[in-house]
């Protein structure tokens, strides 16, 4: 769009269905290439990525021409439907319904970026859904709990 202007940063967190641990090190990194790839290919930008065994945190620079929902239908379905092609786990893999969304300003940014990559450090003292509970909180996001997140198999 001529004439539009934005600055629209927003750290996305989804986990896998049932926060199973099915992410491995052996090919996160590849994970990591391919959703960056879906999220630029869709013209935004990644300014930061990283994950653990159940989930996922991206930062990314969202342009105005794409809803939030669309892009991330696009990034689950694009990378489930990739891993699975792949092999990567037993059975099928599949990401969890839903995602957080938070909004960021531009000066607060490098701290964004330090947390996302010091996800490992991070999760040796707090779990993926106390994490999740926290950001919902601080960001003053209204949720039911039943709904946040599946049980796990």
């Known amino acids: 769009m001529a004439n539009t202007y ?10 896998v269905r049932s926060r199973g641990h099915l992410i491995r090190e052996a090919w996160k990194e590849e994970l990591q290439k391919y959703l960056t790839g879906i999220i630029q290919n869709n ?3 990644v300014l930061a990525i990283n994950g653990m065994p159940d989930h996922y945190h991206i930062l990314i620079g969202l ?3 794409q809803a939030i929902a669309d892009l991330m239908r696009d990034v689950k379905a694009g990378s489930a439907k990739w891993i699975n092609e792949q092999g990567y786990v037993y059975g099928r893999f599949e990401w969890q319904d839903g995602y957080g969304a938070f ?8 701290t964004v970026i330090a947390y996302i ?9 707090k779990t993926f859904q106390e994490e999740y509970l926290e950001l919902l909180k601080e960001f003053e996001v209204q949720y039911d709990e039943k709904y946040l997140f599946t ?3």
């Open 117 to 125: 990559m010091n996800q490992k450090e991070h999760h040796r003292v």
């Open 43 to 45: 013209g935004h930008k």
């Open 6 to 15: 934005t600055q629209i940063h927003l750290q996305v967190v989804f986990a």
């Open 151 to 153: 049980a796990p198999d």
């Open 63 to 65: 342009r105005p021409a």
């Open 103 to 110: 909004s960021y300003e531009k000066s607060a940014l490098p």
